[in-house]
T-cell receptor, first 114, second 114 residues
Framework: AQSVTQLGSHVSVSEGALVLLRCNYS??????LFWYVQYPNQGLQLLLK??????LVKGINGFEAEFKKSETSFHLTKPSAHMSDAAEYFC????????????FGTGTQLKVEL | DTGVSQNPRHKITKRGQNVTFRCDPI?????LYWYRQTLGQGPEFLTY????????KSRLLSDRFSAERPKGSFSTLEIQRTEQGDSAMYLC????????????FGSGTRLTVV
């Protein structure tokens, strides 16, 4: 079975500071990994995905993530936080063993302060 | 590309009533997924269709839940004899090739059972 663990259910940063949201995965097969963002009362928007190509993945809105197999991690970063980044972020995994369905982490609520 | 459309956006129902939700996926996407999300949690997989065939059902999908995708186009999710524990956001997603396009989510249907 595949799973992801998101460390820190709430993260608070100052506007302009580095954003780091942590995600560790468990998978017995090469995973596909995704980061999604969710604004209140809305669906999920894809930020970026890793599907076995380049290990450093660039996404929308200035976010990027690096796949590190040795650490089983896929942390999400952004060099400079903006107020509009305040939202909930979900890491998710699928792959050949996942039957195509996504398995999500419990989410990290990002707060951006002035 | 009009995205994934879900209707209704909100539904309030009395305990014991039946409800039905609809999802219209992106037209060329052959895979369709239903997820349930409760407050403060990540989305949980419910069921998955490839074209009109329902290929996987979660143990979360009790006998009161049924999903269909006639003709491999739109899908419906019906909950019979609703219970307060069914209150959640129900999300639909569609995909063509997860490695290339990822999964596109709709805005969800928020169900409140009173």
């Amino acid at each position: 079975a595949q799973s992801v663990t998101q460390l820190g259910s709430h993260v608070s940063v100052s506007e302009g500071a580095l954003v780091l949201l942590r995600c560790n995965y468990s998978s017995s097969v090469p995973p596909y990994l995704f980061w999604y963002v969710q604004y209140p009362n809305q669906g999920l928007q894809l930020l970026l995905k890793y599907t076995s190509a380049a290990t450093l993945v660039k996404g929308i809105n200035g976010f990027e993530a690096e796949f590190k197999k040795s650490e089983t991690s896929f942390h999400l970063t952004k060099p400079s936080a903006h107020m509009s980044d305040a939202a909930e972020y979900f890491c998710a995994v699928t792959g050949p063993g996942g039957g195509n369905k996504l398995t999500f982490g419990t989410g990290t609520q990002l707060k951006v302060e002035l | 590309d009009t995205g994934v459309s879900q209707n209704p956006r909100h539904k309030i129902t009395k305990r014991g009533q039946n409800v039905t939700f609809r999802c219209d996926p992106i037209s060329e996407h052959n895979r369709l997924y239903w997820y349930r999300q409760t407050l403060g949690q990540g989305p949980e997989f419910l069921t998955y269709f490839q074209n009109e065939a329902q290929l996987e059902k979660s143990r979360l999908l009790s006998d009161r839940f049924s999903a269909e995708r006639p003709k491999g186009s739109f899908s419906t999710l019906e909950i019979q004899r609703t219970e307060q524990g069914d209150s959640a956001m129900y999300l639909c997603a569609s995909s063509l090739d997860e490695q290339v396009s990822g999964y596109t989510f709709g805005s969800g249907t928020r169900l409140t059972v009173v």
